[in-house]
Structure formats: C-alpha cells, structure tokens
Nanobody, 123 residues
C-alpha cells in the first residue's frame, strides 16, 4: 500500500489545520490507521489512531484538540488539529497497522508509513 500525507503548513498559535492521508492498497476493514509526529531531536510520538469500526485512541498531549477521522469511500484519513500550540510543531506522518495493539500508539505496531507533512506553529 501507499500513504501520502498533505495539508501541513505554517500557522499561528490557536489556529487550526486539517491533515489528510490518501491511502491506496489498504482495506480499512482489516487495518487501523494512525497519525504520528516527530519534532527535531525528539522521538516519534503516536498521537491518534482509529480502528475500522471508528474506535479512536489519542495521546494526552492532543486529546480534546485533535480529531482523527476517516472517509472509507475516499480512502482518506484525516487529522483535524485545533488550538495549535508551539509544541505541536513537527513532521506529521500517517501509518497503517494490522496489530490488535494499535491503540497503544506505538510505532512498532505500525508497518507502513507515509513520507510526512510539516506542521509549523509559530508566532
């Protein structure tokens, strides 16, 4: 399969962005999808994931501000990011998982990755 992220950009604190991840070669019925991010000098962090039935999992750092969703008809994963903070600046990646432990938001449980899209929050 192939994953292609888009929608990143430069925004000010408090603003919003919506990231998209176009997926090909995946069947949502047997894959969970997730969003990860990596800031310079930091480890990759799992921030949100969604199972085929719509069950979601969020990291505490984004809970209440970010919303993950998927449009099965368009084979597209989304991440709506509201109330962005300076510390949200990172490269954002989408990924696919066939693990039952997808909800732990660990990189090791996700086997396919997109190339990433940069999100920069700056005043």
């Amino acid at each position: 399969g192939q994953l292609v992220e888009s929608g990143g950009g430069l925004v000010q604190p408090g603003e919003s962005l919506r990231l998209s991840c176009a997926a090909s070669g995946y069947t949502y019925s047997n894959s969970s999808m997730g969003w990860f991010r990596q800031a310079p000098g930091k480890e990759r962090e799992g921030i949100a994931a969604i199972r085929s039935d719509g069950t979601t999992s969020y990291a505490d750092s984004v809970k209440g501000r970010f919303t993950i969703s998927q449009d099965n008809a368009k084979n597209t994963l989304y991440l709506q990011m509201n109330s962005l903070k300076l510390e949200d600046t990172a490269m954002y990646y989408c990924a696919a998982s066939r693990s039952t432990l997808w909800w732990l938001l660990r990189s090791i449980d996700f086997g396919d990755w997109g190339q990433g899209t940069q999100v920069t929050v700056s005043s």
